[in-house]
């Protein structure tokens, strides 16, 4: 029998293991995908420190994978209705198992808050199979919605990866329109992927503060009017310099991408009088911070969002954006970088300091 290789999280802050295991049976409607990249991203970082409650460890990450279908049983039809074959090279939604019948499903139309919702890399476990990115191949439930993709490269994907249906979620709550000048905290994959696609949504300059200076550098590049550096600049000249781009108004709407809840705050500081903050980077709890009620939000007449996760709707939309030249150019300017399966911990360690712009594992580099 086929032994698969998978980097294997064992717990909160223990070392990624390199582990073999079975090749499944296949149950009906289900597939096996031979995976050519799988994405290390700010979750895995989440995942590695325990900052995420309810993670069945261990687990194999990767909740962002491209790949080819190497084995179906049954029928596999993607949202148009086209049969799925194996050879066939997809991708698919890392989120499984929403119910679509619950309240929030239903009536808020909120699937992301569905309480019966699994992701694949993140809540189901070595105990629920080959359920994770960061291995030679994944089973893919049924259920599981795919998608096939015509692109000239697999990195033409990944470049977006996890952060595009997140921005693309995000611009969709900021409700950006032609004309508007945008604020971007945070230069990270999402806010780098938010200045993307607030420029096409129509802003008309899109501005960044972020850090460190090359992620700055991608972000001018991808199309940030102006950009800086919040290491070498404190929150007061932070707040001066959007004012000083903007007619001393604000920015129309501020997208906070950052994971530091300080930036909450900012945002609103940095959001004109009766303008729009959308929060997207608090995926996990970095506690409290404190802010005027009156000065930041009331008198200001602001309007506050929060924003989770994605939904098939976004992650339907980045592939065909990534399908298509005329968008997808800009996210080839951001850098990647390949690792081998044995050297996932490198990744996920390059990607908790900043040092890499998005890390890919590729299981087919040889092992040392």
Same mark, same amino acid.
């Given at each position: 029998? $086929? ?50 409650? $309810? !993670? ?17 049983? #049954?029928?596999?039809? =993607? ?18 198992? /929403? ?12 699937? +992301?808050? @569905?309480?019966?919702?699994? !992701? ?7 105990? =629920?199979?080959?359920? #994770? ?22 990195? +033409?994907?990944? *470049?977006?990866? @996890?952060?595009?249906? +997140? ?11 032609? #004309? ?23 802003? $008309?300059?899109?501005? @960044?503060? &972020? &850090?460190? *200076? ?31 781009? /903007?007619? &001393?108004?604000?920015?129309?709407? +501020? ?25 997207? &980077? ?8 404190? %802010? ?19 939904? %098939? ?10 399908? =298509? ?28 300091? #900043? ?14």
């Amino acid at each position: 029998m $086929n032994r698969i290789l998978a980097a294997v999280m064992p717990g909160p802050g223990l070392p990624i293991e390199i582990r073999e295991f079975p090749q499944p049976a296949l149950e009906v409607g289900a597939a096996m995908m031979s995976v050519t990249l799988s994405e290390v991203c700010g979750t895995d970082v989440h995942l590695h420190s325990g900052r995420l409650a $309810n !993670v069945p460890y261990p687990i194999i990450p990767g909740h962002v994978s491209v790949g080819i279908l190497s084995e179906i049983r #049954g029928s596999l039809v =993607d949202v148009d209705g086209r049969r799925l074959r194996e050879g066939d090279f997809v991708s698919f939604l890392d989120v499984h198992g /929403t119910c679509g019948r619950c309240w929030y499903c239903a009536v808020a139309h909120a699937t +992301t808050r @569905c309480p019966q919702r699994k !992701v694949y890399g993140v809540t189901y476990g070595v105990e =629920d199979g080959l359920a #994770g990115g960061w291995a030679q191949t994944i089973y893919l439930k049924p259920e599981t919605r795919c998608i096939s993709l015509e692109l000239p490269n697999p990195e +033409t994907f990944m *470049a977006g990866g @996890c952060s595009l249906p +997140t921005a693309l979620h995000a611009v969709q709550r900021a409700e950006i329109s032609i #004309g508007d000048t945008v604020l971007v905290l945070g230069s990270g994959p999402v806010g780098l992927s938010i200045i993307i696609c607030s420029l096409l949504r129509g802003a $008309n300059r899109v501005l @960044c503060i &972020g &850090g460190p *200076a090359a992620r700055l550098r991608t972000a001018l590049k991808v199309g940030a009017h102006a950009a800086l550096d919040f290491l070498e600049h404190q929150d007061t000249e932070q707040i001066e310099w959007v004012h000083q781009l /903007t007619h &001393g108004r604000g920015a129309d709407i +501020t997208l906070e991408a950052t994971g530091d809840p300080t930036a909450v705050a900012k945002a609103m500081r940095c959001t004109r009088d009766a303008g729009r903050v959308v929060v997207v &980077g608090q995926y996990t709890d970095h506690g409290e911070v404190p %802010f005027n009620p009156h000065l930041d939000l009331n008198m200001k007449h602001l309007e506050v969002r929060g924003c989770w996760g994605a939904d %098939f709707s976004h992650f339907y939309r980045a592939a065909q954006l990534m399908s =298509d030249t005329r968008f997808s150019t800009r996210w080839s300017l951001i850098p990647l970088k390949r690792y081998s399966l044995q050297n996932a911990g490198a990744a996920l360690a390059s990607v908790a300091q #900043g040092a890499d712009h998005k890390a890919l594992i590729d299981p087919h580099l040889p092992m040392a």
